[in-house]
């Protein structure tokens, strides 16, 4: 079974404090997500990697960095955390293709981080 | 602007009925729509379509995509308290555009 695997559940933070939320996938997956979770708006995809240092911006990147050094693990850093960065965070997985971005295999979620910015 | 749209927002049945969840899709790059069950925490995947008219069935849960009409439904036949949960899709390549979800609540 494909794990993945988020640092914590619950979190609470300042404004102002630099957060990182650690994701760690252990099927070999090339690709991995970030996204939040909000009432009414859905997932929303903020970054996503394809491969070992490569990165794409999603559909809400401001306010957000990755950073992925290992294939297994994807971190998202809110650099200065705000009030309307509360959320659930989730991170996926999928299989991907070796050396492009061309997959389409289904994704797999980690248990996802609620995140309260006061 | 790519979007997924699912309906309706929330339904309440009973134990038993059939129900069917409706996505309809407009996104950019398609290649496969999925199917998600999520209950209290991670999405859990039921099914991944890629190609027109052809029916995949887990149990009680069945799926069909038509891609002329850019939509797709999911069937949930004689449905237990265990089946209440939001019901995701999405739609896209290797990324995904997500719909808001249904959400299902089935009364004892």
């Known amino acids: 079974d494909v794990k993945v695997t988020q640092s914590s559940r619950y979190l609470v933070k300042r404004t102002g404090e630099k957060v990182f939320l650690e994701c760690v996938q252990d099927?070999?997956?090339?690709?991995m997500f970030w996204y939040r979770q909000d009432p009414g708006l859905g997932l929303r995809l903020i970054y996503f990697s394809y491969d070992v240092k490569m990165k794409e911006k999603g559909d809400i990147p401001e306010g957000y960095s990755v950073s992925r050094e290992k294939k297994e693990r994807f971190s998202l850093i809110l650099e200065s955390a705000s009030t309307n960065q509360t959320s659930m965070y989730l991170c996926?997985?999928?299989?991907?293709?070796?050396?492009?971005?061309?997959?389409?295999?289904?994704?797999?979620f980690g248990p996802g981080t609620r995140l309260t910015v006061l | 602007e790519d979007k997924v749209v699912q309906s309706p927002l929330s339904l309440v049945v009973h134990e038993g009925d059939t129900v069917t969840l409706n996505c309809s899709y407009e996104?950019?790059?398609?290649?496969?729509l999925l199917w998600y069950k999520q209950e209290k925490k991670a999405p859990t995947f039921l099914f991944m379509l890629?190609?027109?008219?052809i029916e995949k069935k887990s149990g009680r849960l069945s799926s069909i995509l038509d891609k002329k009409e850019l939509f797709s439904i999911l069937n949930i036949t004689a449905t237990q308290t265990g089946d209440s949960a939001v019901y995701l899709c999405a739609a896209g390549t290797y990324k995904y555009i997500f719909g808001t979800g249904t959400r299902l609540k089935v009364l004892a």
């Open positions: 890629t190609s027109s008219g």
């Open positions: 996104v950019t790059n398609f290649r496969s």
């Open positions: 099927m070999d997956h090339e690709n």
């Open positions: 996926a997985s999928s299989l991907g293709v070796a050396g492009g971005v061309g997959s389409y295999n289904e994704q797999f």
